[in-house]
């Protein structure tokens, strides 16, 4: 496995760990899991909280959905980092993220909670 490819699973999959281990630690971290909360007020990208942005990709909705980004990051991230390197590969991978993560709010109805790493 490559070192860029196998640093991004072990981050994201770390991630979604501690969220099962400690309770609230995503809403705690002001990631996406609460972005519509008890206060009936939606808080996210459209409210200033721009690091949505990207820590939208350390979220997941379910283990299926965490086992089927990371089978795909593994696949595609091991012969793409391989193909042209750390540096672009990890390039491309976060431009990925905040393309996809603007794609969502565009297109995404606004009262509508995006998660994952599939961008």
Wanted: with cysteine; proline share 2%; hydrophobic share 50%.
């Amino acid at each position: 496995m490559r070192p860029t490819t196998k640093t991004l699973i072990t981050i994201i999959s770390g991630f979604y760990l501690a969220c099962l281990l400690v309770p609230g630690l995503e809403e705690n971290l002001f990631l996406i899991k609460k972005a519509i909360l008890s206060d009936g007020q939606i808080h996210g990208v459209a409210t200033g909280e721009y690091w949505r942005i990207l820590t939208v990709a350390l979220t997941h909705g379910s283990v299926m959905h965490l086992f089927f980004n990371m089978y795909a990051l593994l696949v595609l991230g091991n012969s793409l980092e391989s193909a042209i390197g750390q540096k672009k590969f990890l390039s491309i991978f976060v431009i990925s993220q905040i393309g996809a993560s603007f794609a969502s709010i565009y297109f995404g109805a606004i009262n509508v909670v995006s998660v994952g790493a599939s961008g």
